[in-house]
């Protein structure tokens, strides 16, 4: 591959991602980090990206389009999801964060009975109220991502009204590190749902996974539960005992 092939790929990957580190550059590209690290750098001179912290970004980030990520990985996600809404329990009271993953749980609740659902995505707000036997709340908030994605201050404090048996959530990366990564405007949103929930059940497809993220939503040890299509390292594992891990 001659290096201006490696640096089309190099920005196909961070349109799509946003913000990655070199070793999932190198791990994608299939150089060495000194190859990488020397296209990286006259990228950066060229001002077509910025650099901290082992990572890379967009010198003008823009977000992934909400329309684009539905569509993305959506087989991947579809099972996540059913897998996810089998661990809803009857008479359960259970979050749900605003996210294309997590929205896809929707369809696999309807015959829960006495079911409640908390949530700030009006796709499944709109999805499971016409439905007798689910109780929905709408936390309400300022639309972020039209049509369905909401937050900010009004959705933080409504949330805090509430407890819950479950908390399930998914975001755009989880470095090796075990950080997971999001969007800063979700990310107290998220917080309070897991703060005032009995478990946390994180849901991620392999193509998050090693992705560095400019704001951190929480660690991986705060998570009771990871269901991935992702073989995670025994390694990694070992490092969050109390963790399950589902690999699908």
């Known amino acids: 591959m001659y290096k201006k092939e490696r640096i089309d790929k190099i920005m196909s990957i961070l349109c799509e991602k946003g913000y990655v580190n070199v070793k999932y550059l190198c791990d994608e590209l299939g150089y060495s980090k000194a190859t990488v690290n020397r296209d990286l750098n006259d990228m950066e001179h060229q001002k077509m990206v910025k650099r901290s912290y082992g990572a890379v970004e967009l010198t003008e980030n823009k977000d992934v389009a909400l329309e684009f990520r539905y569509h993305k990985m959506k087989r991947e996600k579809m099972k996540i999801s059913k897998f996810a809404a089998g661990l809803v329990k009857d008479g359960e009271t259970i979050f749900i964060d605003a996210s294309s993953t997590t929205e896809f749980m929707a369809p696999y609740l309807v015959k829960k009975n006495n079911l409640t659902v908390i949530t700030n995505n009006l796709a499944i707000v709109s999805y499971l109220s016409g439905y007798s036997n689910i109780r929905v709340i709408c936390l309400g908030g300022e639309v972020m991502e039209p049509p369905s994605m909401m937050s900010g201050d009004l959705c933080v404090r409504n949330a805090m009204i509430y407890k819950a048996d479950k908390f399930f959530f998914a975001t755009h990366s989880i470095d090796d590190n075990g950080e997971i990564g999001g969007g800063g405007k979700y990310n107290l949103v998220i ?28 660690t991986v040890d705060r998570v009771d539960m990871v269901v991935s299509d992702y073989k995670f390292s025994e390694e990694f594992k070992k490092r969050y005992q109390n963790t399950k891990f589902i690999e699908l």
């Open 191 to 218: 917080d309070v749902m897991a703060q005032n929930s009995r478990q946390v059940i994180y849901l991620t497809d392999h193509t998050k996974m090693n992705l560095a993220s400019n704001t951190v939503v929480m």
